[in-house]
């Protein structure tokens, strides 16, 4: 078979991308991803012991605003990066309003807080607290960059870095919505540093992965 005949033949009755179907796919990979997280959660470490006091809830919800607002910026960009021809025209920037907000309000608070208070709003509950957040929140996002991954290969990506790392920063958000159930440390500064950092881990390895993963 010569090329002009197998370009006729690929080219024969061309079938559309459902653009719809794609966001509805990635939408129940988020759910099934959030549904396995918080399932992991439950079965190896489980809730804090006085989440329902109503200081730890109040915690818990800045805990959560966090990790969603990171999971509602980055679907949209993610949902973008599946098509081509729509990264040039895709503000990849906001991706980092989250990140941004937290650290702002970090550093307002340890400007209006004592220096000799930095180092527990920092630190964290305990010692090892920081290096648990870290552990905890990339194990639970292990299962949703999974699905993730798996719903992109659906698309025709283009930017494969650019978009196995927007994945991880989604599934780093849904691990740290898991993570913040069962999270010990209270601080703005402390949620804005080590779940951040986790969610970046996350992000750095969806980019390393995605190249491998997504290839055509």
Same mark, same amino acid.
């Given at each position: 078979?010569?090329?002009?005949?197998?370009?006729? !033949?690929?080219?024969?009755? +061309?079938?559309?991308?459902?653009s719809?179907? &794609?966001?509805?796919?990635?939408?129940?990979?988020?759910?099934?991803?959030?549904?396995? $997280?918080?399932?992991?959660?439950?079965? %190896?470490?489980?809730?804090?012991?006085?989440?329902?006091?109503?200081?730890?809830?109040?915690?818990?919800?800045?805990?959560?605003?966090f990790?969603? $607002?990171?999971? /509602? %910026?980055?679907? +949209?960009?993610?949902?973008?990066? !599946?098509?081509? /021809?729509?990264?040039?025209?895709?503000?990849?920037? &906001?991706?980092?309003?989250?990140?941004?907000?937290?650290?702002?309000?970090?550093?307002?608070? !340890?400007?209006?807080?004592?220096?000799?208070?930095?180092?527990?709003? &920092?630190?964290?509950?305990?010692?090892?607290?920081?290096?648990?957040?870290? &552990? =905890?929140?990339?194990?639970? @996002?292990?299962? +949703? *960059?999974?699905?993730?991954? =798996?719903?992109?290969?659906?698309?025709?990506? %283009?930017? *494969?870095?650019? =978009? /196995?790392?927007?994945? /991880?920063i *989604?599934?780093?958000?849904?691990?740290?919505?898991?993570?913040?159930?069962? =999270?010990?440390?209270?601080?703005?500064?402390f949620?804005?540093?080590?779940?951040?950092?986790?969610i970046?881990?996350?992000?750095?390895?969806? @980019?390393?992965?995605?190249?491998?993963? *997504?290839?055509?």
């Open positions: 078979m010569n090329t002009d005949r197998l370009i006729d !033949m690929l080219s024969a009755d +061309p079938e559309p991308v459902h719809v179907r &794609l966001g509805r796919l990635l939408i129940l990979a988020i759910i099934a991803g959030v549904v396995a $997280s918080f399932g992991l959660m439950l079965a %190896t470490f489980g809730p804090r012991p006085d989440i329902q006091s109503t200081a730890h809830l109040e915690w818990l919800a800045v805990k959560l605003i990790a969603l $607002s990171v999971v /509602g %910026t980055a679907a +949209p960009l993610l949902n973008r990066s !599946m098509r081509p /021809g729509l990264e040039d025209e895709t503000n990849w920037l &906001l991706i980092f309003l989250p990140f941004s907000a937290a650290i702002a309000i970090s550093i307002a608070m !340890m400007l209006l807080g004592q220096p000799r208070e930095w180092g527990a709003m &920092l630190r964290g509950a305990t010692a090892v607290s920081s290096v648990r957040c870290l &552990l =905890c929140i990339v194990f639970f @996002a292990a299962i +949703p *960059l999974t699905v993730v991954i =798996c719903t992109i290969r659906r698309g025709a990506p %283009t930017r *494969l870095k650019l =978009c /196995g790392g927007i994945a /991880g *989604l599934a780093g958000g849904v691990g740290a919505a898991a993570y913040a159930f069962t =999270c010990t440390s209270d601080t703005i500064p949620i804005a540093i080590w779940y951040g950092a986790a970046v881990l996350c992000a750095v390895v969806g @980019a390393q992965l995605a190249p491998r993963v *997504l290839r055509w």
